[in-house]
T-cell receptor
Framework: RKEVEQDPGPFNVPEGATVAFNCTYS??????FFWYRQDCRKEPKLLMS???SGNEDGRFTAQLNRASQYISLLIRDSKLSDSATYLC??????????FGAGTTVTVRA | DAEITQSPRHKITETGRQVTLACHQT?????MFWYRQDLGHGLRLIHY???????NKGEVSDGYSVSRSNTEDLPLTLESAASSQTSVYFC?????????????FGPGTRLTVL
C-alpha cells in the first residue's frame, strides 16, 4: 500500500471554477502535512503547509482530517496559472517526506 | 539569494558507466535529500544526509551512493548505470530542528541510460 495516495485526475475546469481534491495517507503518526505544486516536471515548490485547524492562503484552502487520515485542497476562482500537478506530502520519520504521485489540474479559458 | 543547484541538467550515458550528479545548496541547511521521479510514482527517496559525514539509505538506494564532506554539497553517484535508472533526479534541502521542515528543491537532472 502506498504511503500517500492521490487521485491522479486530470481535473479539467474552466477559469473561475472551484476545484477540490483529496489525498489519503497511511502513517497515523505523521505530524507534518504539505501541498506542493509541480509544473511540467520542474522542481516541486511548496504551495502551503496544512495545519490541524485548516488554513487558507488566498484562493487556496487546505484541510486535514486526522481521524480519517486525509488531506484536502480546494482552489477557488481558478486561474489559468493554477494549471499544474499538486503533490500531497506527508512526513513519516524525522525530516523525511513521503510524496503522493500528484493530482493534475488543468484550467481552461 | 540562497539557492540549490544541480548539474548537469541533462545527461545521457551508457549502461555500466559511473555517473555523478552534483547538488549544491547555499541555504546552509543541515539536511539534504536525493529523490528520483518516474511517471506514475511520487518522488522516491534515494539517500539522505542530516549533516557532514552523515549519510543514510532511502527506499530505493540500490545502485546509488552519496557522500557528505561539507554542508553545501551532496553528490549522488551511480556506480554502474542501468537502464532502470533512467529518471529525473531531484536534490532537496531543509533545516533541522523543527517539526515542519519545508524542503527546497533543485531544478532536477534528467538522466538517460542507454
Amino acid at each position: 500500500r502506498k504511503e500517500v495516495e492521490q487521485d491522479p485526475g486530470p481535473f479539467n475546469v474552466p477559469e473561475g471554477a472551484t476545484v477540490a481534491f483529496n489525498c489519503t495517507y497511511s502513517n497515523s503518526a505523521s505530524q507534518s502535512f504539505f501541498w506542493y505544486r509541480q509544473d511540467c516536471r520542474k522542481e516541486p515548490k511548496l504551495l502551503m503547509s496544512v495545519y490541524s485547524s485548516g488554513n487558507e492562503d488566498g484562493r487556496f484552502t487546505a484541510q486535514l482530517n486526522r481521524a480519517s487520515q486525509y488531506i484536502s485542497l480546494l482552489i477557488r476562482d481558478s486561474k489559468l496559472s493554477d494549471s499544474a500537478t499538486y503533490l500531497c506530502v506527508v512526513n513519516w520519520d524525522d525530516y523525511k517526506l513521503s510524496f503522493g504521485a500528484g493530482t493534475t489540474v488543468t484550467v481552461r479559458a | 539569494d540562497a539557492e540549490i543547484t544541480q548539474s548537469p541538467r541533462h545527461k545521457i550515458t551508457e549502461t555500466g558507466r559511473q555517473v555523478t550528479l552534483a547538488c549544491h545548496q547555499t541555504w546552509n541547511h543541515n539536511n539534504m535529500f536525493w529523490y528520483r521521479q518516474d511517471l506514475g510514482h511520487g518522488l522516491r527517496l534515494i539517500h539522505y544526509s542530516y549533516g557532514v559525514q552523515d549519510t543514510n539509505k532511502g527506499e530505493v538506494s540500490d545502485g546509488y551512493s552519496v557522500s557528505r564532506s561539507n554542508t553545501e554539497d551532496l553528490p549522488l553517484t551511480l556506480e554502474s548505470a542501468a537502464s532502470s535508472q533512467t529518471s529525473v533526479y531531484f536534490c532537496a534541502s531543509s533545516e533541522s530542528g523543527t517539526g515542519r521542515d519545508t524542503q527546497y528543491f533543485g531544478p532536477g537532472t534528467r538522466l538517460t541510460v542507454l
